[in-house]
Structures are given as C-alpha cells and as structure tokens.
C-alpha cells in the first residue's frame, strides 16, 4: 500500500515476519508518529513500531480520532479492526494483516502491520476477477457483515495472496453487507469455504474465537456473528445482495 499525505514512507514491514512474531512487535513495541494519512475518513496514523532488534511499519488509529456514525456504537471501530483480524485467523486465510489493540501516542486504539501492495495491480481489472483468494475474501465479508468492501481496501501482493482492510463498520446486528465483490452472489459455496465456516462456527460456540469476540464486541453482536455462520451452512450459498441496504459501497474504490 502506498500513502500520499503528510509524510514519506520510511519503513516496511520486515521480510519473513511472521505473524506470531508480528503480534507481539505490534503489542509491546515502541510506537512512533512518523505521519498522517489525510485521506482517511478516521485519524489515521502511519508510524513505526520497534522491539529489540524487531522493526516495521504500521497503522495506528486511535479511538480518539473516530468519527461519530449513526449506525455503530461511538469508539468502537478500533475493536472491531481488532476482531476482524481475530475472524481472519480462525480461518487460516490469512485476509487481515496483524492487528492489536494498544495504548498509542494518542490513547488507545487499532494497531495493524503495514502492507505493500503490488503498485502494478490494476484494481478495477482485480475487483472483476474470480480469483479463490477474493472469493474466499467474499465469505469472510459475509461472516463479519463487512459495510465497507472497496476495491482500495485490498492489497494485492506479488506473490498473489491479496490482504483486505479497513474493517472499522463490521459486525452489525443488521444486514449491511456492502462490497465489490458479488461475483459469486447466489452460487455454491466451494468445500474449502464450508468446511471453514464449519470449523468458525464450533470455534465461535466452544473455542478461544468466541471467548475472544466477547472481549471485543456485544454479546448481541457475536451472536449474530454466529447466526451468520449457521445461515451460510445451511443455505450452503453465497449471500445475494440485500433489497434494503446499497450493495456496493460508495465510493467503489
């Protein structure tokens, strides 16, 4: 991902940082300002994080920098980053980049490994695409009831594996599923994707994801998680866009 602002790019993420390793870098590593992303709808810093001799590139947006929206609960957007990434984990796939929840510069809030994208992907051309790591990106905005799927919200890498985020508006108890991806809008679920959701939904009712989602969101709001994951087994379908909700966010990219 590059950035146009305040500010120029002074770090990435190191090569080969795994994501256990990536956690505890970002959770208990010393957090530097290094600038702003002026774009974002949300205070939105770029800063440096550093352990020992650990070192990378991350976001940081502070609750205190959240906008007010009428239809999520005041300074919760920093714990759903936070707990989309815990969904994104639990399923193996690996969509969010590492995230975690820390006391900042600027008080708490999400803090997320920074992630370069490949500049010579053509993201209209990617959106239309029916590529497995979208359509797996499709199920995961399915389950966490994803508001906000934009084409500039995913970060294509060289090798192919594309990462998604800003996952701020997620987890609504209401139907607000808005994307650019609804290349698989009422068809079949793949075997991989219902054997996920199969594993999500035994973690969410007796495993750590469950317990974890408590931490982060309302007890309404992860059973609604759940009831999501039950109605995808059942119909054993893509979802189809809802008649009383915009399907695909605005703008588009």
Known sequence: MSAEGEFTLSATPMAGLDDETALRLLRD???????RLVEASNMTLYCSVRLGGLSAACVYKPVRGERPLWDFPDGTLASREVAAFEV???TGWR????TVYRDGPFGPGMCQLWIDADPDVDLMV???SR??????MAVFDAVVNNADRK??????????????????VCFATENKLRTV?????????????VNVLARLERDLEQGSLGRRLRELLTPAEVEATGARVRKLLDTGLHPLPSQDWPAIPWPPI
């Open 29 to 35: 590593g010393h957090l530097e300002v290094e600038g």
């Open 151 to 168: 084409g500039g919200h995913l970060l294509p890498l060289p090798d192919g594996h594309i990462h998604g985020v800003d996952h701020g």
């Open 181 to 193: 991806l609804w290349q698989w809008r009422g068809k079949p679920l793949s075997r991989e994707a």
């Open 126 to 128: 990617l959106i239309r």
């Open 88 to 90: 994104s984990a639990a």
């Open 131 to 136: 590529q497995p790591s979208l359509r797996r």
């Open 95 to 98: 969509i969010v980049p590492p």
